[in-house]
């Protein structure tokens, strides 16, 4: 399985901006669909986005299409989470996730992740 760590969260005001970055390493990285998901207090983990193994295919939630884009460098083992226009309720801890699987688009579901990453927290501040 691939290791994952997050870097890049933090306090942001409304409307601000945020780069999350998730840097794999010990499988091929290119073999991984990939993706982020958050956790707010009491709630469920919820989908984000996710891109495909070739970076050419990204797919969106729709509470962040248009707000967050998803990318991914395979040179650098590294995926990318850049989001405009923070409201305060995309506060939540975001987790980078791994699934091996040659699906392009569409959703990403919890059961189905082979890695996790550890978390990194965004607040966002009204």
């Known amino acids: 399985q691939a290791q994952l760590v997050e870097s890049g969260g933090g306090l942001v005001q409304a409307g601000g901006s945020l780069r999350l970055s998730c840097a794999a390493s010990?499988?091929?990285?290119?073999?991984?669909?990939m993706g982020w998901f958050r956790q707010a207090p009491g709630k469920e983990r919820e989908f984000v986005a996710a891109?495909?193994?070739?970076?050419?295919?990204?797919y969106y939630a729709d509470s962040v299409k248009g707000r967050f884009t998803i990318s991914r460098d395979n040179a650098k083992n590294t995926v990318y989470l850049v989001m405009n226009i923070l409201k305060p309720e995309d506060t939540a801890v975001y987790y980078c996730?791994?699934?091996?699987?040659?699906?392009?688009?569409?959703?990403?579901?919890?059961?189905?992740?082979?890695?996790w990453g550890q978390g990194t927290q965004v607040t966002v501040s009204s």
């Open positions: 996730a791994a699934e091996s699987t040659a699906q392009v688009v569409g959703l990403m579901w919890p059961s189905k992740i082979d890695s």
């Open positions: 010990g499988r091929t990285f290119s073999n991984y669909r």
């Open positions: 891109i495909s193994r070739s970076g050419l295919s990204p």
